[in-house]
């Protein structure tokens, strides 16, 4: 009697399928609750119902195999090939600067011949310029040695740079005759400039 008289178990177990499917109204879904209290027969089909709801909804995954590892050399690659195809241009100035200097050092340092200087002042001149241009090509070579170098071209370039100032200053020597120094300077520069590339690569290596 505590049942109400309209609700057949026909409409129950329609409503407790539109329940599942979130279709059914406040109202309706009191009413189905009040029968299946009362009805054994619709409470063990509302059991059934729930039971195959979760069967059909929540369905095993499929396996996927693990990609990470590819994945993350994936990017670890295409990082490494943007990092080098900037290294290269400076690699390049540095072998082309490197090619200046050895190729202006081999007059002194064979002939003992550089501008008037006398041939054992002509040869200690050739084999500082040999020495950087070597230097500058060994950077080429191995970009991330080129910290190395910075500490003894920075220093060279430095008193290179402060010798020809006053020079020109004093009168001693006119601006043209100087302009020989400038692959120096470029050499400098392009090792600086692949050093911080090089820095940055093995960053991201590290992470």
Do not use: N
């Amino acid at each position: 009697m505590s049942d109400y008289l309209h609700m057949k178990c026909a409409a129950c177990r329609e409503l407790l399928s539109a329940a599942l499917d979130g279709q059914a109204s406040g109202d309706e879904l009191v009413h189905t609750q009040d029968h299946v209290k009362t009805c054994a027969s619709c409470r063990a089909f509302a059991g059934r119902l729930a039971r195959l709801h979760r069967e059909t909804r929540l369905v095993p995954a499929p396996e996927v195999p693990d990609l990470t590892a590819s994945i993350l050399t994936a990017i670890g690659a295409e990082q490494h090939g943007r990092e080098q195809s900037r290294a290269w241009p400076l690699r390049a100035v540095l072998a082309v600067v490197a090619a200046l200097e050895i190729g202006a050092a081999m007059p002194a340092l064979l002939l003992g011949d550089d501008a008037g200087l006398s041939a054992h002042a002509a040869r200690h001149a050739g084999s500082f310029a040999l020495a950087i241009g070597v230097g500058f090509l060994y950077a080429a070579w191995r970009p991330r040695r080129a910290a190395a170098l910075l500490v003894v071209a920075g220093a060279l370039v430095a008193c290179l740079t402060l010798a020809s100032v006053l020079d020109v200053a004093s009168g001693r020597a006119a601006v043209g005759s100087e302009v020989p120094h400038l692959p120096e300077l470029v050499g400098l520069l392009a090792a600086w400039l692949l050093m911080r590339e090089t820095a940055v690569e093995r960053s991201l290596e590290a992470i």
